[in-house]
C-alpha cells in the first residue's frame, strides 16, 4: 500500500477522513486490486480488534478501564461504520458501472457515441458501432444486430457481425451466440451470427476457445482458423477477415457523403446510354442464392456471396449488342476461394456466342475482362488468352474497394481502373462488340469461378467513359474520409 493510501485508510479507518478526500480514496481502490485486498484485511483487523475490546468490557474491568474501553469501543464502532459505509460506496459504484461505452458511431443513430451500456438487449437497424468495454475490449458491431451485454466480460450476441480486439487485461471475453460460446485468450476475432443459419467464428491473431452448443469438447482455434458452430461441432471453414469492419476502417468511414454518391447514380439513369444500374435499394428479388447485408452506406443495401452455389441472376441487356462498353461495382472482397471471382458472367459462354462478356478477378487477383471469340494483338504480355490489369484489387483487410473496365471493340482496347485510377491498358487483335444479356454474379460453372464477398452496386453503359468520369464516379461513390 503506498504511502497516499496508507493515510486516507487510515484516516478512513479512525473516522477522520475528510468528505473531500472520499473520491481520490475510492478512484485508488478501484485502480489496484492488491490495494483494495490490503484495505480489506485491514479493515478485518480494525474489525476483530473492535470485536475483542467489546468482550473485554463486557468482562467486567474497573471503572477506569471501562471508561477507557468504551472511549475506544465507541471509536472503533465508528471506524468499523464507516467502513462498512465505504464499503458500501464501492459496492455501489462498481455495481453501477456501465459495462461499455459507445466510442464511435456510424450512422447508428439509436446508439450515439457517449452512451453507457448496461444489460439489456440493444439493436442497430443500420450503421456500425465501435464499443470499448470497462476492461477495454474494443467491439466494433455492423447493423443489423441486437446484442446484450451480462457484463464486461460476457456479450450475448443475438444476431450481426462483430470484430473484437481484446487486450491482455481483459484475457477472458466471451462471446455467446445461440449456436456456441467464444472464449478469447487475449487476441483479436470476429463472430458473424446470421439471422438464420449457424454462427461463425474467424480468428485474425492470436487464440480463442470456441465451444458449440452441445459439444462434449472445447476447441482451441488460431490466427486464420475458422470454423461454423453447428450443434454438437465446430466444422472448419475458410478465414474471411476481409467480411468484418475493424475498428480502424471504422474510423475512416464518412457516412456523410452518401447523398453525392445517389446524385452520381441519379444522374447515370438519365444517362441514353445506360444499360443497366444496380444498387440493391429497391425492394426488388432477385433469383439467386446469397445473403442481404449492410452495403457501403448505413442502411443500404448489399447481397453477400459465402458458400459455393451462392450467385445473383439477372438480365444485363437482352442478347443485345455494344461496341463500346463500361462496367463499373462497388466490391467488398474476402478471399480468393477459386481460381477465379465471378463479378459479371453472361450465360451461354462458348460455341457461337461472341461477344459474350465475362467480368472477374484471377487467381493473381487482378481484374480480367474476357469477351468470347477475342484474341490478343501480338507481343502483348498477358499470361492468358484474355487481357488483365496490372493492379491487385484484393487487400489484406476489408475495404470497399471501386472497379472499372471500359471497352472499345472499335479501337479494340481495354482500360482498367482501381479506385477511380488508370491501371492499365490492353489491346486486342480481334475484337468483337459486347454481347449482354441474362448473367449472374458469384458462382459460376460448377465452383470453378466463386465469388467471396459483397457487392453494393454495378454499373453497366453502352459507351466508353474517359479517365475523368471513372474518376469522378469513384470520388461521388466513395465512403471513406481519403482516398487510396
Known amino acids: 500500500m503506498n504511502d497516499e493510501l496508507d493515510t486516507l485508510a487510515q484516516s478512513y479507518i479512525d473516522g477522520t477522513l475528510a468528505a473531500g478526500d472520499v473520491p481520490r480514496l475510492n478512484a485508488l481502490l478501484l ?38 474501553g468504551t472511549a475506544l469501543w465507541r471509536r472503533l464502532a465508528l471506524a468499523a461504520c464507516a467502513a462498512l459505509c465505504a464499503a458500501g460506496a464501492l459496492w455501489w459504484q462498481v455495481s453501477h458501472r456501465p459495462f461499455a461505452e459507445v466510442e464511435r458511431s456510424v450512422g447508428a443513430a439509436s446508439l450515439p457515441v457517449g452512451q453507457m451500456l448496461r444489460g439489456g438487449v440493444r439493436s442497430i437497424g443500420e450503421g456500425t458501432v465501435e464499443l470499448v468495454t470497462s476492461r477495454g475490449v474494443r467491439v466494433v458491431i455492423e447493423a443489423p444486430a441486437e446484442f446484450q451485454f451480462e457484463s464486461p466480460q460476457r456479450l450475448h450476441m443475438l444476431r450481426g457481425r462483430l470484430a473484437a480486439d481484446v487486450p491482455p487485461a481483459a484475457k477472458g471475453f466471451a462471446v455467446v451466440t445461440p449456436s456456441g460460446e467464444v472464449v478469447d485468450l487475449g487476441t483479436r476475432f470476429g463472430v458473424d451470427v446470421p439471422p438464420s443459419g449457424v454462427s461463425e467464428v474467424h480468428v485474425f491473431e492470436g487464440e480463442v476457445i470456441a465451444t458449440a452448443t452441445g459439444a462434449e469438447a472445447e476447441r482451441n482455434l488460431f490466427a486464420g482458423d475458422a470454423v461454423t458452430m453447428e450443434a454438437g461441432v465446430g466444422t472448419a471453414r475458410d478465414l474471411r477477415s476481409s467480411a468484418f469492419i475493424h475498428p480502424d476502417e471504422l474510423a475512416e468511414f464518412a457516412a456523410g457523403r452518401r447523398p453525392g454518391a445517389e446524385a452520381a447514380l441519379a444522374a447515370l439513369a438519365d444517362d441514353p446510354s445506360l444499360i443497366a444500374l444496380f444498387d ?29 452455389g451462392d450467385h445473383l441472376k439477372f438480365d444485363a441487356g437482352g442478347g443485345r449488342t455494344w461496341p463500346e462498353l463500361t462496367l463499373a461495382a462497388w466490391v467488398r472482397l474476402d478471399r480468393l476461394d477459386a481460381p477465379y471471382q465471378s463479378l459479371l458472367h453472361m450465360d451461354g459462354w462458348g460455341g457461337e456466342g461472341y461477344g459474350l462478356v465475362h467480368w472477374m478477378i484471377n487467381e493473381a487477383t487482378t481484374m480480367r475482362f474476357a469477351v468470347w471469340g477475342n484474341t490478343l494483338a501480338p507481343g502483348s504480355a498477358e499470361a492468358e488468352d484474355y487481357p488483365d490489369s496490372r493492379s491487385p484489387v484484393l487487400s489484406d483487410r476489408g475495404r470497399w474497394i471501386h472497379l472499372a473496365t471500359v471497352y472499345d471493340s472499335v479501337a479494340k482496347t481495354v482500360r482498367f481502373y482501381l479506385n477511380g485510377r488508370f491501371d492499365k491498358q490492353v489491346r486486342q487483335a480481334v475484337a468483337h462488340p459486347a454481347r449482354l444479356g441474362p448473367a449472374q454474379i458469384g458462382n459460376w460453372d460448377g465452383g470453378r469461378r466463386k465469388l467471396s464477398g459483397r457487392v453494393d452496386e454495378i454499373v453497366v453503359l453502352g459507351r466508353t467513359m474517359d479517365d475523368g468520369e471513372v474518376r469522378a464516379l469513384f470520388e461521388a461513390g466513395n465512403p471513406y474520409r481519403s482516398h487510396r
Open 280 to 308: 440493391f435499394e429497391a425492394d426488388r428479388r432477385y433469383p439467386g442464392v446469397f445473403r442481404m447485408v449492410q452495403g457501403r452506406w448505413p442502411g443500404s443495401r448489399a447481397p453477400e456471396f459465402v458458400n459455393v
Open 31 to 68: 485502480e489496484s486490486a492488491g490495494a483494495r485486498r490490503e484495505f480489506a484485511e485491514r479493515l478485518n483487523l480494525d474489525s476483530s480488534i473492535a470485536a475483542a475490546a467489546a468482550g473485554w468490557t463486557a468482562a467486567g474491568a474497573g471503572r477506569d478501564r471501562v471508561v477507557g
